[in-house]
Each structure stands twice: as structure tokens, then as C-alpha cells.
């Protein structure tokens, strides 16, 4: 699973401590991960709680099979999770 977003500066912060437990903070506005359709479900439950459909935006990439997927990182790959306490 992929999570991408652009919400407005008054509400990130919420938005990303959501996303961050269920998913791995990889870059700014990006979570990754696997999650199982309960906790998807309930983890965009909270999201929409917070965000202002008029001007902000979720956007999530849903990939199947996993084997199908292949990830290059060019420079250093940063997990936001483990840069911050």
C-alpha cells in the first residue's frame, strides 16, 4: 500500500501521526507499507475525520501482489519513522 497526500498546514501534523501508525513515513507527504483491509479501512476512517475534502487530498495506491512491485531509491533512502523520537 502506498498513501500519498497534500493537506493544507493546519491540519498535517493530525493527518501524518494517523497515517503513521499503520504505515512507514518514507518520505514528506508518502506512507508505505502492507495493511490489512480492517486496518485500511479504519485508518481512512480516522483520515477522513481530519481532512477538508474541499482542499485536500489522499491519494492511495493499492497494490495487489507484491512480486509485482519494484522499488528503486536513488541517493539515501530515508524512513522518516526512525529519524525522529
Not at 31 to 47: A, D, Q, R, V
Amino acid at each position: 500500500m502506498i498513501i500519498t497526500y497534500d493537506i493544507e498546514d493546519k491540519r498535517i501534523n493530525k493527518v501524518r501521526k494517523t497515517l503513521k501508525k499503520y504505515l512507514t513515513w518514507t518520505q514528506n507527504s508518502v506512507f508505505e507499507g502492507e495493511i490489512t483491509e480492517g486496518k485500511l479501512h479504519k485508518c481512512l476512517s480516522e483520515i477522513n475525520k481530519l481532512i477538508d475534502k474541499k482542499t485536500d487530498s489522499i491519494y492511495v495506491y493499492r497494490v495487489k501482489i507484491s512480486k509485482n512491485i519494484k522499488k528503486d531509491v536513488i541517493g539515501i533512502e530515508k524512513n522518516f519513522n526512525e529519524l525522529f523520537l
